[in-house]
Antibody, heavy 117, light 106 residues
Framework: EVKLVESGGGLVQPGRSLKLSCAAS????????MGWVRQAPGKGLEWIGE????????NYTPSLKDKFTISRDNAQNTLYLQMSKLGSEDTAIYYC??????????WGQGVMVTVSS | DIRMTQSPASLSASLGETVNIECLAS??????LAWYQQKPGKSPQLLIY???SLQNGVPSRFSGSGSGTQYSLKINSLQSEDVATYFC????????FGGGTKLELK
């Protein structure tokens, strides 16, 4: 069974950094592109970015390119999202997702990040 | 960015009814379109990919169609467990999502 479990969320002050993790199991992690998507409270879905199997290609939505960094550790079957210079607009549920071809075929349960003083 | 305009934003339908949700892309996306279902408090789940291919395990009352810039999701014989928000997503370019359609029971 494919399982994706995010962790590392919580309350963070504006301007600070936070690193999210996504532990993958039930499939061969190093065979897949992986991605992050977020959803502000009561809002729609926003693609953050994606990373290929060997980390040689990483793409971001332009508005987040200078704030967020995606990485992965294939030995640990873990995907990461490093977020910096956080603002209230970054308050959201953050999902990791497995990418099949180009769509998201499995999603984690999500982790809440709240940016507030 | 390719903009995805979804309609309607909300929809109320009766059990057993047929429901249609539309998604309009700002340019041709060559059927690179997926539909997701998100139940309250849950993560999205893939229903349809490549505009009309049903994901494994998804009930056959769900179907997708369309081409070019216009796509639709059809739900036949609406069931209570179909109450959810539905999103379209294009992946012809960097992924973008429609604004969602909230489906409720009448």
């Amino acid at each position: 069974e494919v399982k994706l479990v995010e962790s590392g969320g919580g309350l963070v002050q504006p301007g600070r950094s936070l690193k999210l993790s996504c532990a993958a199991s039930g499939f061969s992690f190093n065979d897949y592109w992986m991605g992050w998507v977020r959803q502000a409270p009561g809002k729609g879905l926003e693609w953050i970015g994606e990373i290929n199997q060997d980390s040689s290609t990483i793409n971001y939505t332009p508005s987040l390119k200078d704030k967020f960094t995606i990485s992965r550790d294939n030995a640990q079957n873990t995907l990461y999202l490093q977020m910096s210079k956080l603002g209230s607009e970054d308050t959201a549920i953050y999902y990791c997702a497995r990418i099949h071809t180009y769509y998201f075929d499995y999603w984690g349960q999500g982790v809440m990040v709240t940016v507030s003083s | 960015d390719i903009r995805m305009t979804q309609s309607p934003a909300s929809l109320s339908a009766s059990l057993g009814e047929t429901v249609n949700i539309e998604c309009l892309a700002s340019e041709d996306i060559y059927s690179d379109l997926a539909w997701y279902q998100q139940k309250p408090g849950k993560s999205p789940q893939l229903l349809i990919y490549n505009a009309n291919s049903l994901q494994n395990g998804v009930p056959s009352r769900f179907s997708g169609s369309g081409s070019g810039t216009q796509y639709s999701l059809k739900i036949n014989s609406l069931q209570s467990e179909d109450v959810a928000t539905y999103f379209c997503q294009q992946y012809n370019n960097y992924p973008t999502f429609g604004g969602g359609t909230k489906l409720e029971l009448k």
